[in-house]
């Protein structure tokens, strides 16, 4: 049984709500989203988020949970193809997903320097890396599609 100090603890359940809430928003988004792709990359990612919070879930309870296996690159779950075309409502979602995976990301890394144990340290450092693969993942997407210009 691992011990938390009361700030570990205080910041794991901070994520433990960012977690939730982005499990929420993607499973929104899935639904709301209007390219099929688009559908189906907040899918992916609504289930990666529950992973999280599993294993968020898991440390709050004492456990550490085992480091997991290193995934695909969600960012090649779609079609890379240059020129579709996008509605509004899907840019919307995408800017406020990618919005949300920058905040999020930001958040375990104060988390990740607060913690004592190694072993949590090197899970929430790949629950971070997942984050940040997630935000690179939309701006692909954005990019592919025309909703994001890089000047």
Do not use: W
């Amino acid at each position: 049984m691992m011990f938390l100090n009361q700030k570990e603890r205080l910041l794991l359940q901070d994520q433990k709500s960012h977690e939730e809430a982005c499990i929420q928003k993607y499973q929104e988004f899935a639904n709301r989203a209007q390219d099929p792709q688009l559908k189906q990359l907040f899918s992916t990612y609504a289930s990666k988020e529950q992973e999280h919070l599993n294993t968020i879930n898991q440390i709050l309870s004492g456990q550490i949970p085992a480091l997991p296996q290193q995934g695909q690159q969600q960012q090649n779950l779609f079609n890379q193809g240059q020129g579709s075309t996008y509605n509004e409502n899907d840019a919307k979602l995408c800017q406020d997903a990618l919005m949300t995976e920058k905040y999020v990301s930001s958040t375990y890394n104060t988390t990740i320097f607060e913690c004592t144990n190694t072993n949590v340290r090197q899970i929430l450092n790949h629950i971070q890396k997942e984050e940040q693969e997630h935000g690179e993942g939309i701006f692909n997407y954005m990019k592919n599609t025309g909703m994001y210009t890089l000047q």
